[in-house]
């Protein structure tokens, strides 16, 4: 089945059954999310995978009380990081030569170049940025749940400095930016499984300009 056909067979379950999707399956969705680009390939994010359900319940409390939380196989919260550091940056940059086989100061003027014009633009827009980032990903996780027929529910409406501290994010660096619920639609108490799929029509989509 092609991606398309995918897409059009996903939507954002509001009622999930419980059922636990097999090992593998969240393995590639978490490899798929793992695999997405980022700006100059820092990946500023992390994903917790959370299954154990008493902190599933205290993360529904904050987040509007959405069954999905609770009722999902697994609960992925991306987190990205707060601010952008001389180390941070550095611990990718020299990751990455090592794994080259280059020499850790190959990237060093790129380095200071990136640095250069994120730090006048201070933390708020840093972490902004960075949590964008986490947003790629975030899309690459659904695209790829979609294809192995599994569920999965974005969620923007929490409250992230209350899953910071379930999670002890303070003083990590990172912050959460989004949920995701994986597992299997309850179909018989989704009043959203039989609605026709919606979205903008296509001329009105994309502008071509030539």
């Not at 994903?47 to 992925?76: G, M, P, R, T, Y």
């Not at 991306?78 to 990455?96: L, Q």
């Not at 108490?189 to 071509?208: A, C, G, I, Q, Y």
Request: charge should be negative.
């Amino acid at each position: 089945m092609s991606l398309i056909e995918d897409l059009k067979w996903r939507y954002a379950a509001k009622k999930m059954n419980g059922e636990q999707i097999p090992e593998d399956k969240l393995n590639y969705i978490l490899e798929a999310a793992r695999l997405a680009p980022s700006s100059s390939g820092l990946q500023p994010y992390k994903i917790f995978v959370i299954s154990n359900k008493e902190l599933l319940n205290k993360i529904k409390d904050v987040a509007w009380n959405q069954s999905q939380v609770v009722d999902c196989s697994h609960l992925l919260v991306f987190a990205a990081w707060d601010g952008y550091t001389d180390a941070r940056v550095s611990a990718v940059f020299n990751y990455t030569m090592d794994q080259r086989g280059l020499p850790r100061e190959t990237m060093d003027d790129y380095k200071q170049n990136i640095m250069s014009l994120y730090e006048p633009l201070g933390k708020e827009w840093q972490a902004d940025h960075a949590a964008k980032q986490s947003y790629i990903s975030f899309a690459m996780a659904i695209a790829a749940a979609a294809e192995q027929k599994v569920d999965a529910t974005p969620i923007e409406g929490f409250l992230p400095p209350e899953v910071d501290k379930l999670l002890e994010l303070e003083g990590s660096g990172y912050k959460s930016t989004l949920l995701l619920t994986l597992g299997y639609r309850d179909a018989d108490n989704d009043w959203l499984v039989n609605m026709k799929k919606v979205r903008t029509p296509k001329e009105d989509f994309s502008t071509e300009i030539k």
